[in-house]
């Protein structure tokens, strides 16, 4: 019987590897076959010459893949992003 705790790196390792990817070819599809989502917005803000549109939804689907990449690299050492963060407070204090 295989334990959850031993299977965690075997299911969060290709996850954080195939999160970006992922996220780039919903984004692809969107752009050429629906014309809806961030693919259809990017596609509309071209058309229109919005330049700033295209970096805000450049950076918004950036943020989101690093987030998820992130999320499932602390899921797999078994760690949350809150104590990540209160160590990272605590370093910052004890430097000041």
């Known amino acids: 019987m295989v334990t959850l705790p031993y299977l965690t790196p075997y299911v969060f390792t290709p996850a954080r590897l195939v999160a970006p990817t992922a996220l780039l ?8 076959a629906t014309g809806y989502g961030f693919g259809g917005l990017m ?3 071209r058309g229109n010459l919005d330049y700033g549109m295209i970096w ?3 950076f918004i689907t ?3 893949a690093n987030h998820v ?3 499932s690299s602390l899921v797999k050492r078994g760690r949350n992003c809150s104590e990540v963060h209160s160590r990272k ?3 910052r204090t004890r430097r000041l």
């Open 43 to 45: 596609n509309e803000a």
């Open 62 to 64: 950036v943020s989101v």
């Open 56 to 58: 805000a939804v450049a």
């Open 69 to 71: 990449t992130c999320r």
């Open 25 to 32: 070819g919903v984004m692809t599809a969107e752009w050429l």
């Open 89 to 91: 407070r605590q370093a």
